[in-house]
Structures are given as structure tokens and as C-alpha cells.
């Protein structure tokens, strides 16, 4: 059987969304909010379904990260996966990422959120390997506001489990959404954390499932 366990980020291990707030610290609350209202239409069309997930993340960037540079957005990124990032992990939910350290299992973060602080965090966590979104950078080194290749959502996660890790099948998987069914379903334990299990709270012991 596989050792490697995934974890999703948001909504899984965080209680929020992260993107959100990586752009309130790195814009400000005033700009952030500009944005907001801005985004409104278009976060209204992804929760009816108008509008893809990729098509939201990229109208974000575009009015807000489009045209930085790289090197400038690194230290901001890896600053609030230090300080803010934190803040937001759900408890239970980072307990059991530890249980699965002790008991020798190797880690996986695959998230649809950026990489750019996605991996400093986990890194730093002891996760072995970070699939995340990626941001696509022109000649200079700038943003474009677009991503380069496929949001990690939905399959584009089993994809790169496969294209990056040769991973085919996982031992344990841990989502919130439908952005993780597919990468739920590669896993002989899938695990989705919800109001049923008191997000984390009440999950049954990893003795009793092995």
C-alpha cells in the first residue's frame, strides 16, 4: 500500500480561504476591499456555476498581482506563510497531519491555491512534496495575472500526483469540496472534512482504519 497521504489546503487545513487574505496583506484593506467589490460579479457567476474556478482566480490576479515582480512578491509570500497563514489552520485537522508525521507517512500538499506561499508553508510543515497553483511570469520576471498551466482543481490534482510524483494511488486523502473528489477517490482512505465530522473534530482514529 502507498504511504503518501494528501492534504488539501483550503477549507481542509484552513478554515478560510487564503488567497483572500495573502491579497489584503500584500495590497492593503483599502485595496482589497476595491477588489472585493470589483470581483463581486464574477465570485457571484463562480458560486452559480457561470464561471470556472480558473476563470475567478485569474480575474483576481489580473486587478491585483498582474504586472509584479517575482522577486518582490516572494518575501511577502513567505512572511504570511509564516505569520498569517498559521492563524487560519484548523486544529484537529493540523493534529492529525502531525499523527500521520509520527507514524512515518510521507506528505503531500495539493491545493488550488498559489504556490507561491502554499509551498514555503508546507515545507517548512515537513510535507515532502506541494502541488499548488503556479503563476505564469513574462520575460521580466513579472506577473501576467494569468496561471501557468491548469489551476490544480478537480482532476488537474490526480494529474499532477501523476505527471509530478508517479503517484497513482494514495493512502489517505483529506478535502472539503468538489475540487477534491477525484483526488478523494485515488485514495483508500478518502476523508472529507464537513459538519459531519465536526471539521476535524470527530475523525476516526488512524489505528482503526489501517
Not at 492593503?28 to 457571484?44: F, H, K, N, T, V
Not at 470556472?52 to 482566480?57: D, P
Not at 494514495?170 to 477534491?180: I, K
Amino acid at each position: 500500500m502507498s504511504d503518501w497521504v494528501a492534504f488539501d489546503l483550503d477549507g481542509t487545513l484552513t478554515r478560510r480561504e487564503t488567497l483572500v487574505y495573502f491579497l489584503r496583506m500584500y495590497l492593503g484593506e483599502r485595496r482589497a476591499m476595491a477588489l472585493l467589490l470589483r470581483a463581486s460579479p464574477m465570485m457571484l457567476g463562480y458560486a452559480l456555476g457561470w464561471r470556472s474556478n480558473t476563470e475567478a482566480k485569474e480575474f483576481a490576479l489580473q486587478h491585483s498581482l498582474k504586472g509584479c515582480h517575482l522577486e518582490d512578491l516572494e518575501p511577502v509570500a513567505e512572511l504570511f506563510a509564516r505569520k498569517i497563514l498559521p492563524n487560519l489552520l484548523r486544529t484537529p485537522v493540523l493534529a492529525r497531519m502531525r499523527e500521520h508525521q509520527r507514524l512515518g507517512h510521507r506528505l503531500v500538499l495539493v491545493t488550488a491555491t498559489l504556490e507561491l506561499y502554499a509551498r514555503p508553508w508546507a515545507l517548512a510543515q515537513g510535507f515532502e512534496a506541494v502541488l499548488g497553483t503556479r503563476l505564469e511570469l513574462d520575460a521580466e520576471q513579472k506577473l501576467t495575472g494569468r496561471l501557468a498551466g491548469a489551476n490544480c482543481w478537480g482532476p488537474e490534482k490526480t494529474r499532477r500526483l501523476r505527471a509530478d510524483l508517479g503517484i497513482t494511488q494514495l493512502r489517505y486523502a483529506y478535502g472539503n469540496s468538489r475540487g477534491d473528489r477525484e483526488m478523494l477517490a485515488q485514495a483508500v482512505h478518502p476523508i472529507c472534512i464537513h459538519r459531519a465530522n465536526d471539521y476535524g473534530r470527530l475523525l476516526t482514529p488512524l489505528g482503526v482504519l489501517d
